[in-house]
């Protein structure tokens, strides 16, 4: 009888598989808090993140996550985890005390990019009024001479 079961791995994440059907033996499903873990330059960081797809290509199978990059000043970045992902492993999250950031946290981080932006996008503004108003009167001279 031929070998009906075997166990793959992906990037640390093992599959059991047989000819009739494939079961996970580390189940993950969307909304699932995860541990990432990615090389940065010379060393590992461990990121909190979350599923938020799965896409069933025939391929190259993918996990979509997202995650927090970032100890003082979390920043939301995207990742799609597939068999050929380099320096990237994920796991269940099995401790909810890790997890150093606050969801008021977050959203006030984003609060602040927003109003910095904010205030580029002003001086950008001003800085067009000031050009019409000033320059753009030399710009009309020039097109009257020719």
Do not use: H, W
Not at 22 to 41: C, H, M, N, P, R
Not at 77 to 106: A, G, R, W
């Amino acid at each position: 009888m031929i070998n009906e079961k075997e166990i793959i791995e992906i990037n640390g994440c093992r599959f059991e598989v047989d000819l009739t059907k494939a079961k996970k033996i580390t189940e993950f499903k969307i909304g699932d808090t995860i541990k990432v873990l990615k090389k940065s330059y010379s060393n590992y960081e461990s990121m909190i993140g979350t599923i938020i797809g799965f896409d069933y290509f025939k391929k190259k199978p993918a996990v979509n996550i997202m995650y927090l990059a970032g100890s003082y000043s979390p920043e939301m970045k995207f990742l799609t985890y597939t068999s050929e992902s380099e320096d990237v492993e994920i796991c269940p999250l099995i401790n909810s005390e890790e997890i150093i950031f606050s969801e008021i946290n977050v959203i006030e981080n984003f609060n602040k990019k927003i109003a910095s932006k904010q205030l580029e996008l002003d001086d950008l503004e001003r800085q067009k009024s000031y050009f019409i108003s000033s320059f753009g009167k030399y710009f009309k001279d020039i097109k009257k001479s020719d």
